[in-house]
């Protein structure tokens, strides 16, 4: 697990890691299927089964060992490394470097929960077939066979929805699946009348075990949607010296998770507690938990609203997101149209973005508790509120030292006709603070189009945020990425110019002063 889980990012780009993880996942679970069936088959061989199963699994091992054979070497990522032979003080220090980065911790938490979710259900399978549902063994593999499947589903849906991009927002998505089909499994099985064993024909006979089986296929299928990017992130945030001991660490942390999960179910079995109910009990406790992760971390939170907002209130295509640098420090330099434009960046992203943006947008209901959820850093004009205007400058400072993505709305605020207006300079100021600390910082100029007119956006005629379908439903809007700048070339007019160029011809153009 630790091996193929760092491997990965050593080979696949940052747009490949999702589909990457989507296709491990899945042939994951494929093979856990393909193996029950398998074993099931062999042993029912009459006197000699057994022994086949093992003749099975040794051919396997052998198969698998002259396979690796194919897969193309990486280098070590810290040859210096000495190896700890002792277990318990080794997880102890695996768990710390993990608890470095607050993200990837809390994210090792959220995929050790979705094993806990997955365990509970998965150990009672067999169990759930003969005493609820009726069945018989073959029946308990069709919950298995269903279960599998959409787990391999969600996985490879990830890369779908995600637009190749390691997209955290799919996790809030998976979470709420996985609670509402929980929770509809308790409503589908608690009250099944009592019948005589069947067998899977007779099983699927009954209209009502339909219900079960699509149950059971979407909160997998959410599952998968939960996990995927969880590790892909974890693969992304973690260094590449301590990712495959990071993920070792949460190896462990499956493990006691799982463990955990059938402690507490058999605890609530003896409790009185039935089958259907402890579905019931785990869907609302994962409501519980995701709730509580995703206010931990809101960068979930707000991955999911940029999710949301870019592909079910608009129909958002991006082009050129390639020049947006996947790590160290830039500054995205964008025009502003509407009160959205952070949310819509967001969702082209592949890393967070820290905003610039006007003090007074903090002010409206909603979207100011969001750009504060955003850490978004206020800025007043410099005669207004000479402290929040220098403050701003040192925030964004900040912000490339440490790394990370920077945008700006050069123009100062939103258009009042939709036309672009003159850039300000605070640009100019903030690539010299960046200089002055010896940060490289690429520039990279962006264009919102076909957002004036919407819902979010002034009119000419009135104010933003009135008729809610002005524009009908589902309005096209795009972003156009140009290629990045260096720094030396940088002023506001080349910026403005290059902004207006992106604004009438769409995707990524090549600077002519390059």
Not at 10 to 35: D, K, Q, Y
Not at 277 to 295: D, M, P, R, S
Request: charged residues 15%; aromatic residues 10%.
């Amino acid at each position: 697990g630790p091996v193929k889980f760092a491997y990965l990012p050593h080979h696949l780009s940052e747009r490949e890691l999702t589909g990457g993880n989507g296709m491990v996942e899945m042939g994951t679970f494929v093979a856990i299927l393909l193996g029950n069936v398998a074993g099931g088959l062999i042993i029912a061989v009459p006197e000699i089964g057994a022994h086949h199963v093992g003749f099975t699994c040794v051919g396997a091992a052998v198969l698998g060992r002259v396979v690796s054979h194919y897969i193309p070497p990486s280098p070590a990522t810290d040859p210096g490394l000495k190896i700890n032979w002792n277990p318990f003080t080794e997880t102890v220090r695996n768990l710390k470097l993990a608890h470095e980065n607050v993200v990837v911790f809390r994210s090792l938490l959220g995929i050790s929960w979705m094993w806990f979710f997955g365990a509970v259900f998965l150990s009672q399978f067999p169990s759930l077939a003969k005493e609820v549902l009726h069945g018989d063994e073959h029946v308990a593999s069709l919950l298995l066979v269903v279960f599998s499947i959409g787990i391999g589903i969600g996985s490879l849906l990830c890369e779908v929805l995600s637009r190749r991009h390691v997209e955290i927002g799919l996790v809030p998505l998976g979470a709420i699946g996985m609670s509402v089909f929980s929770i509809d499994l308790y409503a589908a099985t608690h009250a099944l009348p009592a019948m005589a064993t069947m067998n899977v024909s007779g099983f699927l006979a009954v209209g009502a075990h339909w219900r079960v089986l699509m149950d059971l296929a979407l909160l997998s299928l959410f599952a998968g949607l939960y996990s995927v990017p969880m590790y892909a992130l974890i693969q992304m945030r973690s260094q590449p010296t301590h990712r495959a001991r990071i993920i070792a660490a949460n190896n462990i942390l499956n493990a006691l998770f799982m463990i955990a999960s059938s402690v507490i179910a058999g605890a609530l079995l003896k409790a009185g507690f039935t089958i259907p109910q402890i579905f019931l009990f785990t869907g609302l406790a994962n409501a519980v938990v995701a709730a509580y992760i995703f206010l931990l971390v809101p960068e979930y939170l707000l991955r999911f609203i940029a999710w949301v907002a870019s592909r079910c209130v608009y129909r958002f295509r991006v082009q050129g997101d390639e020049a947006i640098p996947t790590e160290g420090a830039a500054i995205l330099v964008c025009n502003h149209v509407s009160f959205v434009d952070a949310v819509l960046l967001m969702a082209a992203s592949p890393r967070p973005i820290r905003f610039i943006m006007d003090h007074r947008i903090f002010k409206v209901p909603v979207l100011g508790w969001m750009f504060k959820l955003a850490k978004a850093i206020p800025v007043a004009p410099q005669k207004e509120d000479p402290e929040a205007y220098q403050a701003a400058f040192d925030g964004a400072a900040q912000v490339l030292r440490e790394g990370d993505l920077l945008c700006i709305f050069p123009e100062g605020g939103i258009t009042r006709d939709g036309t672009l207006q003159e850039f300000k300079g605070g640009i100019m100021k903030i690539l010299e603070r960046a200089q002055a600390d010896g940060v490289a910082v690429a520039v990279v100029p962006m264009a919102l189009t076909n957002l004036w007119g919407s819902f979010f956006s002034r009119v000419e005629q009135g104010g933003a945020m009135v008729r809610p379908f002005r524009r009908g439903m589902f309005s096209r809007v795009g972003l156009n990425v140009g290629m990045p700048l260096p720094p030396a070339q940088v002023q506001p007019q080349v910026l403005q110019q290059r902004v207006q160029e992106l604004l009438v011809a769409p995707g990524v153009l090549q600077p002519r002063f390059a």
